[in-house]
């Protein structure tokens, strides 16, 4: 029986993607563009990973140069007030997500587990009117792995009494290492690893 519901944020409560995809175009603009679009494919194909791993991947894999910490952080910051300037817009929330979020948050502990930046993350939820719905709204830089172990073993959840809602592998293989089931939504691509694949959610299974 499910009593705990993970949820990843980008893909699945907020169709946030294009804007996203934007801000990254923003702050790597100076660079060259094949390079900037090789790495707007790494990032849609790891939507559950956070910016700063996917900072560093365009500074050492497509560079093939060094990156300090602060440039990172910097780099993070200024996608960040990007991101907080244009995802506020309550249009971007996907409704289905929403209507099933308002319609059982009283029936199961929820929680959001992102790759977005916690912070930044906490502030947009609260824009967007939807904090009120989770127990917690946890962010990176912390791994996604790790912040899942970590809320399991702070609210003493069971395993087989918890899944995890997501569009990205990442999200799968942060289920699959923290022994949940995993609920693919928004991407063909997981239907093959989701325990549930939804379609929509009148395909919840209690």
Same mark, same amino acid.
């Given at each position: 029986?499910?009593?705990?519901?993970?949820?990843?944020?980008?893909?699945?409560?907020?169709?946030?993607?294009?804007?996203?995809? /934007?801000?990254?175009?923003?702050?790597?603009?100076?660079?060259?563009?094949?390079?900037?679009?090789?790495?707007?494919?790494?990032?849609?194909?790891?939507?559950?990973?956070?910016?700063?791993?996917?900072?560093?991947? /365009?500074?050492?894999? $497509?560079?093939?140069?060094?990156?300090?910490?602060?440039?990172?952080?910097? $780099?993070?910051?200024? /996608?960040?007030?990007?991101?907080?300037?244009?995802?506020?817009?309550?249009?971007? $929330?996907?409704?289905?997500?929403?209507?099933?979020?308002?319609?059982?948050?009283?029936?199961?502990?929820?929680?959001?587990?992102?790759?977005?930046?916690?912070?930044?993350?906490?502030?947009?939820?609260?824009?967007?009117?939807?904090?009120?719905? /989770?127990?917690?709204?946890?962010?990176?830089?912390?791994?996604?792995?790790?912040?899942?172990?970590?809320?399991?073993?702070?609210?003493?959840?069971?395993?087989?009494?918890?899944?995890?809602?997501?569009?990205?592998?990442?999200?799968?293989?942060?289920?699959?290492?923290?022994?949940?089931?995993?609920?693919?939504?928004?991407?063909?691509?997981?239907?093959?690893?989701?325990?549930?694949?939804?379609?929509?959610?009148?395909?919840?299974?209690?």
């Amino acid at each position: 029986m499910i009593k705990n519901i993970l949820f990843d944020f980008d893909g699945v409560i907020l169709d946030s993607m294009p804007i996203r995809d /934007f801000g990254f175009r923003e702050i790597f603009k100076e660079y060259d563009k094949e390079l900037v679009e090789k790495f707007i494919e790494y990032h849609n194909l790891n939507g559950g990973l956070s910016r700063y791993v996917k900072i560093r991947y /365009f500074y050492e894999e $497509l560079l093939e140069e060094q990156v300090s910490e602060e440039r990172v952080r910097e $780099l993070a910051e200024e /996608f960040s007030q990007i991101m907080k300037r244009e995802l506020i817009n309550k249009e971007y $929330l996907i409704k289905e997500t929403i209507e099933f979020i308002e319609n059982n948050y009283d029936r199961y502990n929820l929680h959001i587990v992102s790759g977005s930046d916690e912070l930044e993350l906490q502030y947009l939820c609260k824009e967007l009117g939807v904090s009120k719905y /989770f127990i917690s709204i946890h962010g990176s830089p912390t791994a996604k792995n790790d912040l899942v172990k970590i809320l399991l073993h702070k609210y003493g959840y069971f395993e087989n009494e918890t899944i995890l809602v997501g569009d990205s592998i990442n999200d799968y293989e942060a289920a699959k290492i923290n022994n949940l089931d995993f609920y693919g939504f928004n991407n063909d691509n997981l239907k093959k690893v989701s325990k549930i694949y939804l379609k929509n959610y009148q395909e919840f299974m209690i």
